[in-house]
C-alpha cells in the first residue's frame, strides 16, 4: 500500500509527489474499476448469464440468483464508500465525518467455496472480482481509524453500529 496506512488525508508530499493527488488517483482508479465491473456484472447476471443459469440445478439456479444479489451488494458498498472519498478530497464532506460508521465500508456478503465451484465460469469471475475490489477497498477504510487515531473502543463502536 502506497506509505503504509497512513497515507489518507495528509496534505503533505510524499517522497517528491503530491500526495493528495495520488490519494485522488487511486480514488478515481478504483471508483472506475468498481463501475465497469457493476456494468459488466449487470450485463452478465441480467443478459448473458441467463441461458447459464437456466441450465442449472433448480437449488444452483437459486443461489446463482442470490450470488448476483452479494455482487450487487459488495459493488454498491464500495462505490459508495469511494464517493464519500471523492466528497473529502472535494471538500465537500471533513474528513472526521467520513468516520461516521454509516459512511463507512459495508460488510461484504460471504460466497461458500462449494457453491462458487458449481457456478459457471463467467459467474465466478465477477463473484471473485467483487470480493477482491471489496477486500482491498476494506483494507483503505480500516487504515482510516490508524490515521485518524480512532481508539480500540471507538473501532469497537463502529463494529457495533454496523452490526445492528
Known sequence: MLGGAGWLWHPKPMNGLNESRLQQRLVDALYSEAMLLADEARTYFDEAGRAEREALDP?????FSCESLKVTTRLMHVIAWLL??????AGELQPRDALDPARRLGDAPITEQALLDSLPLRARTLIEASADLHRRV???????DAVHGASPARS???LLAQAF
Do not use: N
Open 138 to 144: 476494506d483494507r483503505l477504510d480500516r487504515g482510516l
Open 84 to 89: 464519500t472519498q471523492r466528497a473529502v478530497q
Open 156 to 158: 469497537m463502536q463502529r
Open 59 to 63: 437449488l444452483i439456479r437459486v443461489s
